[in-house]
Each structure stands twice: as C-alpha cells, then as structure tokens.
C-alpha cells in the first residue's frame, strides 16, 4: 500500500526517488514545445494522412490532442466524475483492484515495476477496459 501515491496526499516534500535525474529529464525543443493537434473532423483528410500525423506527433513529442473525435462533451465529463469518485474512495474501497500483475486486466496500480524502476512516476492509476462492454461489465 505504500507504493500508492494517493496515500501520500499530506507530503510536504517530493520524495527522492521521484525525482528524475537532469541528465533523463526530456529536452522538448522550442519547435516541438506545442502539443500536436489531430483534427479527427476534417473530412476533406484521408485516414493515411491523419494516421501519418499521428505517428509523427508520437515519434517527435510523444503524445497529441485529439480534437473533433465525435465522444459527446457530456460523456466526457462522466467518465471524468467516475474517475474522480474511484480516486476519492477511501483506500480500504480500492485495495481489492490494487494489483502489480501486468496480466491483470482491470487493475489498480501506482507504476509499471515499482520494485525495480530507478525512478517512479507521481501517479496512480485505474486500467479498466470497456469495450466491447460485454466482456469487460462484469468488472
């Protein structure tokens, strides 16, 4: 249980061990400093020019905005107050997700291998599939 970052909300301090040395911090040049936009809207875009784009954005920065993906705003905001009501459960509620098991489908885990990772991640996380919604409801 300590290896949960939501146990540790009254830190007053970064602990060590989350604290990623300069020389592995990345270097996001100027040009790359934006987030890459995909516009998934723009009808007039084939889908080898937007998956193209995606790659890039993957491949130079790591990660992109989606926009105009067609999810409504309000399922959004759903799924988003569903998040936060798991993470504001008392600790005991979410224990049984809690696994370190790669293989575990659903799961509630803090890093990928905390034991032998040089340096963690401040997160904790929720893995839990949906679809296709039959197979992944019963979780």
């Given at each position: 249980?300590e290896k949960?970052?939501?146990?540790?909300?009254n830190v007053?301090?970064?602990?060590?061990?989350?604290?990623l040395?300069p020389?592995?911090?990345p270097?996001?040049a100027?040009?790359y400093?934006?987030?890459p936009?995909?516009?998934?809207?723009?009808?007039s875009?084939?889908r080898k020019?937007?998956?193209?784009?995606?790659?890039?954005?993957s491949?130079?920065?790591?990660f992109?905005?989606?926009?105009?993906?067609?999810?409504p705003?309000?399922?959004i905001?759903?799924?988003?107050?569903v998040?936060?009501e798991?993470f504001?459960?008392?600790i005991e509620d979410r224990?049984?997700m809690?696994?370190?098991?790669p293989?575990?489908?659903?799961?509630f885990y803090?890093?990928?291998?905390?034991d032998?990772?040089?340096?963690?991640?401040?997160?904790?996380?929720?893995?839990?599939?949906?679809y296709?919604?039959?197979?992944?409801k019963?979780?």
């Open positions: 249980m949960l970052l939501s146990n540790r909300l007053q301090s970064l602990p060590e061990s989350y604290i040395p020389e592995k911090r270097n996001i100027p040009k400093a934006a987030i936009v995909i516009d998934l809207g723009k009808v875009r084939d020019a937007i998956v193209n784009e995606i790659i890039n954005a491949t130079k920065f790591g992109f905005q989606v926009i105009n993906h067609g999810v705003e309000t399922m905001k759903d799924m988003r107050g998040a936060e798991f504001e459960m008392p224990m049984p809690f696994s370190e098991d293989k575990q489908v659903s799961r803090s890093s990928i291998d905390y032998s990772e040089e340096t963690h991640y401040w997160r904790d996380i929720l893995r839990h599939p949906c296709p919604v039959e197979s992944f019963h979780l």
